[in-house]
């Protein structure tokens, strides 16, 4: 076959295969854009409905907040409508009581000078009555007026005592913020020979040439000694003796067992008497809770608490009137004991109460107050039973007995104390000492008997009902008190009661 009519036959053939391409595309195209333009059709005629539907929505939106607006606008209205016509009333109101109050002004205006008026009848009157009483009594207005003095100046007085009592009562009611009345209770406060021999320990030495060494160059060993122990060292010419002073027991004996070790070891400085006096105050330390232990253990009260121990066992060191006070509670407890059982008590109160009676003595010089008061402080800062804190509070009678085994413990004390021998005091002077106490109460007017009981730690006074009313008496406790205070040198306290009584006797016939 021709190559040239072949290649004709593929020309013609491609044209037409191009040709109906163009066609079937054209008849694709024209379809497509036709269901095109029916979809736009669509959506711009649902577009439409729906903003149909939108501007309906928005009017009604308007309508209804033009509604709202007028509503509370209304609301508004009528709000100002009622706080106007409020206010109007108000001014009303206020006109009215303007107009009431200045009718109440010229009523008072009116009153006030009819008061005056008055006030001069008054006084008229007033003078013509002192001039009547002038003529009936025969005394001048003076002389009434110094009537009257005299009679307010007693009311005066009885209302000043009547005041007194009354803080008084409230001072005893509110303890803290009442003044103490009553001195600390002095350490051995006896005969002056007698404190001295209980203020002072001599220390014996081996020669005399030992004092120099005491002393030490420019007395720094003395020095030291005395600052490390709180005592005082007398060196002077006695032949082989040293003093030394103190109130303190405890620090007599420390520093006495001080200087003893220093005198057996030699060597005495200032370094040395630091250690040796720490080691001297631990041995001291030691005695004194196992004489505290043995005394426990002696009175049978077991079961104290640590504490308590050491304070008892510093009354191994401390004595009163001669007696040794540890020795007394010891003794003190077992008499309570003896006492409780024969009249049915608490026979463990009673013990325990007796021997920690005088506890307060161990730190009396350290605390100000009576040592039966102090002594009840720590009893009970221990917790101990309150029967035993108030046998201790009341062994002197400045409380009231709040149990049985408080005066058991109160008796024991005074058998203690006042068997024969047991106590320094001379005769003499207990005897002087009563004596003065009654003198003192019977030097006041309206005392007619006086009697001084509790070896001398209270007096009761007797007055005469006639000359001394309720209040005075009290007043005569105080100048008595006072007195006393003045005059007397006494350990411890004395309580000072004034007794009034009235009596009314008939008979029948």
């Known amino acids: ?7 004709v036959v593929a020309i013609a053939a491609t044209v037409i295969g191009v040709l109906l391409g163009f066609v079937v595309r054209s008849t694709f195209a024209s379809r497509a854009m036709k269901d095109a333009d029916e979809k736009a059709a669509l959506i711009i005629e649902k577009a439409r409905g729906q903003q149909k539907d939108l501007i309906l929505e928005a009017k009604e939106e308007k309508i209804r907040l033009q509604r709202e607006a007028e509503d509370e606008a209304r609301a508004k209205r009528n709000e100002l409508s009622n706080l106007e016509r409020r206010v109007l009333q108000r001014d009303e109101q206020l006109d009215q009581r303007a107009d009431m109050l200045e009718g109440r002004d010229r009523k008072l205006i009116d009153r006030e000078r009819e008061l005056d008026r008055a006030r001069e009848e008054l006084a008229k009157a007033h003078q013509d009555q002192v001039a009547a009483l002038e003529r009936v009594s025969g005394l001048t207005a003076e002389d009434a007026k110094g009537i009257l003095l005299e009679a307010v100046r007693e009311e005066a007085e009885h209302d000043a005592v009547k005041l007194a009592k009354s803080i008084e009562r409230r001072a005893r009611e509110e303890a803290q913020d009442r003044a103490r009345e009553v001195v600390v209770t002095a350490i051995q406060r006896v005969a002056a020979d007698h404190t001295a021999e209980h203020t002072v320990t001599v220390l014996h030495l081996p020669s005399d040439e030992m004092k ?34 103190g109130f303190d027991p405890v620090r007599r004996e420390i520093a006495r067992l001080a200087i003893t070790k220093l005198i057996a070891d030699g060597r005495i400085h200032p370094g040395r008497i ?41 009354l191994k060191f ?59 402080a720590i009893a009970q800062h221990h917790n101990l039973p309150m029967k035993v804190v108030n046998g201790i509070a009341a062994h002197h009678q400045e409380v009231e007995y ?27 002077t207990y005897v002087k000492r009563l004596e003065d106490l009654q003198a003192i109460a019977e030097s006041f007017a309206g005392v007619e008997r006086s009697f001084a009981v509790q070896a001398g730690r209270e007096v009761r006074i007797l007055v005469r009902p006639e000359e001394i009313d309720d209040l005075t008496a009290s007043r005569l406790a105080r100048d008595i008190v006072k007195k006393i205070e003045d005059q007397l040198t006494y350990p411890g306290q004395i309580k000072v009661t004034v007794i009034r009584e009235t009596r009314a006797v008939e008979y029948a016939k």
């Open 318 to 376: 401390r004595t009163s009137y001669g007696q040794n006070v540890l020795n007394h509670v010891v003794e003190t407890s077992r008499l309570a004991a003896v006492i409780a059982a024969e009249v049915g008590a608490d026979i463990q109160i009673a013990k325990m109460g007796g021997l920690l009676h005088d506890i307060g003595k161990a730190v009396d010089h350290e605390v100000e107050g009576p040592h039966a008061a102090i002594g009840a």
């Open 274 to 314: 630091e250690e040796v006096v720490a080691k001297a105050r631990a041995e001291v330390d030691l005695v004194m809770r196992q004489a505290g232990e043995q005394a426990a253990y002696d009175a049978g009260v077991p079961g104290l608490p640590p504490e308590i121990i050491k304070l008892l066992g510093r």
């Open 212 to 245: 120099g060494r005491i002393i030490g160059r420019e007395g720094r060993n003395i020095r030291a000694l005395e600052q490390a122990t709180g005592v005082d060292l007398i060196i002077d010419d006695t032949p082989e003796t040293v003093v030394v002073s």
């Open 1 to 7: 076959m021709d190559p040239v009519l072949v290649a």
């Open 402 to 428: 709040a149990c049985v085994e408080s005066p058991i413990v109160q008796i024991a004390d005074a058998i203690s104390a006042s068997r024969p021998g047991a106590r320094g005091e001379s005769m003499d």
